[in-house]
């Protein structure tokens, strides 16, 4: 089992820039591939971002390309979404993943290919 918090939600003006945290505890964070979604009300969940276990292939949505980063830390078992140049669509309450990977450096982009969930984070951005 693995227990992922996340963090670093809040509400901020178009044009501006959060970084949420997602904290991983239980099993060896190493094995793991991770992912963040974000999903609105009434909508399906949405694939916003991965990477691998070794974090050598990443992979984003396009609608965020270039204005998001993911990267992980291993000495704190902690991923990373760095959201800058935010634009109103990009309210949502975002989400991390988790899905063992078995040392793949494969990555996952649909919400069915990961089993373990954080609570979730709201990320408002104003006009």
């Known amino acids: 089992q693995v227990q992922l918090v996340e963090s670093g939600g809040g509400l901020v003006q178009a044009g501006g820039s959060l970084r949420l945290s997602c904290a991983a505890s239980?099993?060896?964070?190493?094995?793991?591939?991770m992912g963040w979604f974000r999903q609105a009300p009434g909508k399906e969940r949405e694939f916003v971002a991965a990477i691998s276990w070794r974090g050598d292939n990443v992979h984003y949505t396009d609608s965020v390309k270039g204005r998001f980063t993911i990267t992980r830390e291993y000495a704190k078992n902690t991923v990373y979404l760095q959201m800058n140049s935010l634009k109103p669509e990009d309210t949502d309450v975002y989400y991390c993943a988790a899905r063992i990977t078995r040392y793949s450096e494969s990555i996952y982009v649909h919400s069915g290919e990961y089993a373990y969930w954080g609570q979730g984070t709201q990320v408002t951005v104003s006009t």
């Open positions: 239980g099993r060896t964070f190493s094995t793991y591939a």
